[in-house]
Structures are given as C-alpha cells and as structure tokens.
C-alpha cells in the first residue's frame, strides 16, 4: 500500500547566501557588539536571523546576500576578523522552504526525520507565517530539492525553484515602488500590525545528528494530541556541528502531558536535553524583513530600553518573532511601540 504524501503547495529557494555566526559567551566581560547591530548600522539587509539566548551565552545567526558590497563582506569575514571577534562564515548557503505549513507539527516533525534520515545537516531552521525554511549548504542544495520534491505531494502548477524570477520580481517592486526600498527610513517603521500569543509551552530538544529522526517522530506525536505549533527554530551548536538545539513553541500542554513527552524524550530515546519553559510570542509582519536593514535591531532597542529580556527570535520573508519569559509580552508590545507604527 501506498503512504499517503504530505500534501504542500510548493517548495521555494533562495539565492546563494553568506552565513555568519556570531556566539558570546555569557562570562565574556568585554563588550561585543551584536552582528545584528553591525549590519544595522552599515545598512546590510540580513535575509534570515536566528537568535538563540541561553544561559551559556549568545548564538546569533544571519544570512545575507551574496551580492553585498564586497567591502562589507571584506570588513566581517576578512580571517583576521573572524578570530579577534569570533565570528564563523560558511560561504555558500542557501534557504529551501516548504509551504504552507499550516502550523502542523506533524509537517515539522517530518521534515526532521526526512533529513534525519538522509544525514543531511541544516546550519538552521526558522519558521514565517507560512513558510518552514532551512539553511543550509550550496553542496546540499540538490540533494534536498530533490528529497522534499519526492516525499511532499506537490501540485502540477507548484512554484518553480528556481530563485531568478523572485529576485526579478523583487527588484521591480523596489523600483516601482519606493517604500519598499533599503534606503527609504521612516521615522517608526510601519508595520501590519504587532500580535502576542501568551501562555505558550516552549519545548527545547538537544540532538545530535543521529538523533534527528528520533526528535522529529516524538514531535509528529504532539499533533495526535491536537496541539500545534506557533513558532519554530533550530540551530547547530557553536564548536560542535553536529548537535542541533530545536525550539518548538507550541498551545500550552497540561502537566501531564508535558511529564510524558519528557519521559519517552529521557526514557525511551536517550534524548536527555529535553525541557519545557512557558513564553510568550510576539510577532509581526512587514515591511518585508529581507528586503531592509535594521528592523530586527530596532526592536531589541526597544526591548533593551526597557530591559525586556528575550529567549529566543527568528526572522525570515516578512516574518520577525520573538519569544519571551511568560508574562512579558505585554511590556515588550508597548516598548514596540517607540520604534513601530501598526495601523
């Protein structure tokens, strides 16, 4: 018998991109100014972030466009630099992204035990409001296009991969129309409005790469229990490539149904960094994140102006989220405000 396909509506890939990789100690005394900020204020557009903040310290993850001016590049990834402010550069990477994902943990779950499956690393996932995309190498590129390509039922008319007529289509909307522009600035940037889903359960998972397919099976059984997932983001460990921390905040779950996931995570899957922490979602949408520098660094200052921490943040397409400690998310809307205008 037949397996019955995931069905999606298409598969998108973006233009080659360099990553950079930015990871602060939280012992570290001196200052290091985030790469967020740097790009902000040498007008860089960052086509997808991650940011991971935990206890141990700091991991920030963006991707930009190869065409960037090469004095950019030169002044960030030049060797010298990379050493004396510890940033990591993988050169050649790409994003792949399925859609819609319909927020369905049985979607995400699966995507992970495909790549699991096939040994093929991502340098970093994050999810958009309809789009689940990958990061990862040019080498790997094919291999995945032709993986999700065979495991999704896609339809006749779906997307064409190839990246070209987006980046035609983008340059003829910037011209056409100037607010969409890099250099256009705004005195608060305009967004479509700013969301908050509180109360949420923040499930963190630490794998190795063997362990992929195993965390993503145990992630498709959430789903048997009607839940599904707000936000997702994953990230290879600084110094160790082949761990991966994934982050899955998903409607809050009862505490026993926290203790069993923890239990088949611990007991049954020797998965031993298994952990639940309750957050609160902020999230908006527009201008488009890829196409304008600063708007991720707008709103940590923000956040920072009146000492709002947060724990996690992934951005990509016209999608900025950011996860907070429970009981935040209501400050963190009205710090926004000094730097965002909704409607």
Excluded: W
Excluded at 15 to 21: G, L, P
Excluded at 106 to 118: A, I, S
Excluded at 244 to 264: D, G, M, N
Excluded at 279 to 286: N, Q, S, T
């Amino acid at each position: 018998m037949t397996k019955a396909l995931i069905r999606i509506n298409g598969i998108r890939l973006s233009t080659e991109m360099i990553q950079v990789r930015q990871y602060s100690p939280s012992e570290d005394c001196g200052y290091r100014e985030p790469i967020y900020k740097s790009f902000a204020g040498d007008k860089i557009n960052i086509a997808c972030l991650g940011l991971d903040n935990r206890v141990s310290g700091t991991l920030i993850s963006c991707c930009i466009d190869k065409k960037t001016d090469q004095k950019f590049v030169k002044k960030y990834l030049n060797q010298d630099n990379v050493k004396s402010v510890e940033y990591e550069k993988f050169s050649r990477v790409c994003s792949i992204s399925v859609y819609p994902h319909h927020s369905s943990l049985n979607t995400f779950g699966f995507l992970l035990q495909l790549l699991g499956q096939k040994k093929i690393r991502f340098q970093h996932l994050v999810s958009s409001n309809a789009m689940i995309s990958f990061v990862v190498e040019m080498s790997d590129q094919k291999r995945v296009l032709d993986l999700f390509e065979k495991e999704f039922d896609l339809p006749p008319t779906h997307t064409p991969f190839q990246p070209d007529f987006h980046d035609q289509t983008c340059e003829f909307v910037k011209k056409r129309y100037y607010e969409t522009r890099a250099t256009y600035i705004e005195q608060k940037i305009k967004t479509y409005g700013i969301g908050l889903d509180p109360c949420l359960d923040l499930l963190e998972i630490s794998c190795t790469q063997d362990q992929l397919e195993t965390s993503g099976s145990l992630i498709r059984n959430l789903e048997k229990d009607g839940k599904k997932f707000h936000f997702i983001s994953a990230m290879t460990s600084t110094g160790d490539e082949n761990t991966c921390h994934l982050f899955c905040l998903t409607t809050a779950l009862s505490s026993k149904e926290r203790q069993s996931f923890s239990s088949k995570c611990k007991g049954d899957q020797g998965l031993d960094n298994c952990r639940f922490v309750s957050a609160d979602l902020i999230r908006f949408h527009g201008p488009h994140f890829g196409d304008r520098f600063g708007i991720f660094n707008t709103a940590m200052t923000c956040f920072q102006l009146e000492s709002i921490p947060i724990l996690l943040a992934g951005c990509t397409g016209a999608s900025i989220c950011m996860v907070l400690p429970a009981s935040r998310g209501e400050k963190a809307i009205s710090a926004l405000t000094e730097g965002f205008d909704t409607p």
